[in-house]
């Protein structure tokens, strides 16, 4: 599945009709029904998304608010349509570490918090708090959002509850309320889901077997190709032994288990591991990626480890292995010059409309001598 600009044009395609019925079913109603209501989440993507060697989903419980409210949101969508682009670009310009969006508590038992201490000790980041201060943005940009809920529950201090309309609304929003949208636009190939237990149950609905359970309050489904990590919400970890700490360590331990991470230290004096050359052999292969969009993928992931490769190991170890062919359609030699010219060509083909994917393959690649390969 190519996840470029096909994720905005199956996420116009699956969730609009949606929002048109949903629109339609509340406008039955006066607006001033719904004053206080957050207007509907739906799921907002990283700028790298679409990059990320293992494509993770992190779902919550609720937005404990959502500008504009309802009222406001049906009169627009009514007159000239509502962008949800608006409300993916805070998301994707890293708005979120701030404490406003951290619900006021920059701690490790906010959402954010969580999230952040998880990508912190699975990327090797030893205060979680950098990444709340913006040192490590290129690790907060690679991943999907979701909520169990697209309108806040009766009990959150985002919603007016008692509004005439709100009991209404909630019911009409449980149809996005579901993993099999996720699923549909976004294939992710993990969720870590925090919430209620049934919460849990309705967002996912039938067909997940369980795998397993860690410390009782920890659970793994599966269902075909996609795995889920389901734990508490972290306002609720904090009251367990070991609180939030604890369950971002056991989520990092999954993660590895599971293969959903590929830990690549000192690639270039060490070589790669058996198993991270799995991994990249099977996420990079020839029926799921191109062979630019293989390279992106690994210097992505290579710059968010902060380590390098040579393009010899890239082209032979990996791109070879995962079926990729040179554009004489031979097998990659890695003798010569060709390694560093696929480099320097990949670099070429996203330098204009990907800047951020060409800095990465420019300074993840060298040649034999250590110099950068796409020079």
């Given amino acids: 599945m190519e996840l470029t600009m096909e994720i905005s044009k199956l996420f116009e395609k699956v969730y609009r009709p ?47 608010g959502w500008d504009p409210n309802l009222d ?44 952040m201490n998880v990508l912190a000790k699975t990327y090797g980041v030893d205060n979680w708090e950098e990444i709340k201060r913006g040192k490590y943005n290129i690790l907060l940009d690679s991943f999907l959002w979701g909520n169990a809920n697209a309108i806040e529950t009766c009990t959150s201090a985002g919603v007016k509850a008692d509004a005439p309309g709100y009991e209404f609304a909630k019911k009409k929003s449980r149809v996005f309320d579901s993993v099999d949208l996720l699923q549909r636009v976004f294939n992710p190939h993990v969720i870590i889901l925090t919430c209620a237990l049934d919460e849990m149950q309705r967002y996912l609905g039938d067909g997940f077997d369980l795998l397993e359970k860690r410390d009782a309050r920890v659970s793994v489904y599966q269902k075909d190709k996609l795995l889920v990590f389901h734990a508490p919400h972290p306002n609720n970890q904090r009251f367990q032994s070991g ?5 971002a360590k056991i989520m990092r331990d999954l993660l590895v288990q599971y293969k959903m991470f590929c830990p690549l230290p000192n690639v270039l004096k060490q070589g790669l591991s058996p198993e991270a050359v799995d991994i990249l052999i099977r996420e990079c292969s020839v029926d799921k990626m191109n062979k630019f969009q293989a390279i992106a993928c690994i210097a992505h992931e290579l710059r968010k480890q902060r380590t390098l490769m040579t393009a010899r190991s890239l082209c032979v170890d990996i791109l070879k292995e995962a079926g990729h062919k040179t554009n004489l359609g031979g097998d990659f030699q890695g003798i010569c010059q060709g390694p560093c010219r696929l480099c320097a060509t990949a670099y070429r083909r996203f330098k204009d409309n990907e800047p951020g994917i060409a800095e990465d393959i420019a300074y993840a690649f060298t040649n034999n001598n250590g110099f950068y390969a796409y020079k």
């Fill in 18 to 64: 949606l929002v048109d019925s949903f629109v339609s079913n509340l406008a039955s109603r006066p607006a001033r029904d719904y004053v206080g209501i957050p207007h509907i989440f739906l799921p907002a993507w990283g700028k790298n998304y679409h990059h990320a060697l293992i494509r993770i989903a992190v779902v919550g419980k609720e937005t404990r």
């Fill in 72 to 115: 406001q949101f049906i009169v627009k969508y009514q007159k000239e349509g509502y962008d949800f682009k608006n409300d993916r670009e805070e998301f994707q310009n890293c708005k979120f570490t701030n404490p406003a969006w951290m619900g006021g508590k920059p701690t490790r038992s906010s959402f954010w918090g969580f999230w």
């Fill in 243 to 247: 609180g939030s700490d604890r369950y």
